[in-house]
T-cell receptor
C-alpha cells in the first residue's frame, strides 16, 4: 500500500507566484518528513525536511508545513522561479528506518 | 568527494539474464538503500542496509538480492531478470537522522 501520497501529478504556476505542493500520509508512526527535487536524468536531491515535533520549517524561499492531525504536509515555494521546474517528491520515515516516497508532482514555473 | 556513484548508467538485458548493479559511497554513511522509480509510482524501496553485514527488505524486494560486506559498497543483484524489472534504479546513502544522498541512477531495460 502507498503510505505517502501526492495526489497532484502536475502543477503549473507563473514566475513570481507561490507554488504549493501537497502530500498526505497514512502511517501515524512517521516522525520525519522530507521533500526532494529531481531533474531529468539525475538523482533526487534533498530540499527541506521537518520533524514531527514541529509544524513549520523554513529555508529561504522554501517552507514546509506539517499538520499531524490531518496527516498532511505541504511545500511552499515563494517566489517561484523557472529553475524550480522539476519533479518534487515527498518522503517520510519513522524511527530512522526505511524511507517511503510519494509518486511525485511535476512543477512547471512559466516565465 | 564523489558522493554516491552507480554503474552502469544504462543496461539492456534479456529475460532470464543476471546482473549486478554497483553502488558505492565515500561519505562513510551507515545507511544505504536501493530504490526503483517507475512512472506514476514514485520511488519504491527495494532493500536497505543499516550497516556492514546488515540488510533488510523494503516494499518491493522480490527478484532482487543485496549484500553489504563493506561500509562503502552496496550492490544490487538481479538473479533472473524479468520485463517487470525494467525501471530506473537509484542507490542512496544517508547519515542520521534522515537526509539521503542519491546516485545518478541506472536505467535498466529487460527485453
Amino acid at each position: 500500500d502507498q503510505q505517502v501520497k501526492q495526489n497532484s501529478p502536475s502543477l503549473s504556476v507563473q514566475e513570481g507566484r507561490i507554488s504549493i505542493l501537497n502530500c498526505d500520509y497514512t502511517n501515524s508512526m512517521f516522525d520525519y518528513f522530507l521533500w526532494y527535487k529531481k531533474y531529468p536524468a539525475e538523482g533526487p536531491t534533498f530540499l527541506i525536511s521537518i520533524s514531527s515535533i514541529k509544524d513549520k520549517n523554513e529555508d529561504g524561499r522554501f517552507t514546509v508545513f506539517l499538520n499531524k492531525s490531518a496527516k498532511h504536509l505541504s511545500l511552499h515555494i515563494v517566489p517561484s522561479q523557472p529553475g524550480d521546474s522539476a519533479v518534487y517528491f515527498c518522503a517520510a520515515s519513522y524511527n530512522n528506518n526505511d524511507m517511503r516516497f510519494g509518486a511525485g508532482t511535476r512543477l512547471t514555473v512559466k516565465p | 568527494n564523489a558522493g554516491v556513484t552507480q554503474t552502469p548508467k544504462f543496461q539492456v538485458l534479456k529475460t532470464g539474464q543476471s546482473m549486478t548493479l554497483q553502488c558505492a559511497q565515500d561519505m562513510n554513511h551507515e545507511y544505504m538503500s536501493w530504490y526503483r522509480q517507475d512512472p506514476g509510482m514514485g520511488l519504491r524501496l527495494i532493500h536497505y542496509s543499516v550497516g556492514a553485514g546488515i540488510t533488510d527488505q523494503g516494499e518491493v524486494p522480490n527478484g532482487y538480492n543485496v549484500s553489504r560486506s563493506t561500509t562503502e559498497d552496496f550492490p544490487l543483484r538481479l538473479l533472473s531478470a524479468a520485463p517487470s524489472q525494467t525501471s530506473v534504479y537509484f542507490c542512496a546513502s544517508r547519515t542520521q537522522p534522515n537526509e539521503q544522498f542519491f546516485g545518478p541512477g541506472t536505467r535498466l531495460t529487460v527485453l
